[in-house]
């Protein structure tokens, strides 16, 4: 069982950057992937990024690609999205979330946090 809690939305101006952190509970953080979606309002829910259990395998979405950057800490049992370049269209709630396997289809993921807002104003 891995419980997860995002944290580090907030307002940004366009350009800006944000980092956000998503704590894993349980020790078997290290068996999943872990990978970050975003929901924008009226929209469904969309791929943003996801890095392998060790660490060595990152993949993210076009529309983020060169902006933002996951990585992740087992020892602290944290994963990261380093976010910048922020645009307005990149408002949304992020979410963290685990998988078994390295996939960046939400179906995938067995375990979701609550989600943290990131509003970016132009």
């Known amino acids: 069982q891995v419980q997860l809690v995002e944290s580090g939305g907030g307002l940004v101006q366009a350009g800006g950057s944000l980092r956000l952190s998503c704590a894993a509970s349980?020790?078997?953080?290290?068996?999943?992937?872990m990978g970050w979606f975003r929901q924008a309002p009226g929209k469904e829910r969309e791929f943003v990024a996801v890095?392998?259990?060790?660490?060595?395998?990152?993949y993210s979405s076009d529309s983020v690609k060169g902006r933002f950057t996951i990585s992740r800490d087992n020892a602290r049992n944290t994963v990261y999205l380093q976010m910048n370049s922020l645009k307005p269209e990149d408002t949304a709630v992020y979410y963290c979330?685990?998988?078994?396997?390295?996939?960046?289809?939400?179906?995938?993921?067995?375990?979701w946090g609550q989600g943290t807002q990131v509003t970016v104003s132009s």
């Open positions: 349980g020790r078997t953080f290290t068996k999943y992937a």
């Open positions: 979330a685990g998988a078994l396997t390295f996939k960046s289809f939400a179906e995938a993921y067995d375990y």
């Open positions: 890095i392998s259990w060790s660490g060595d395998r990152t």
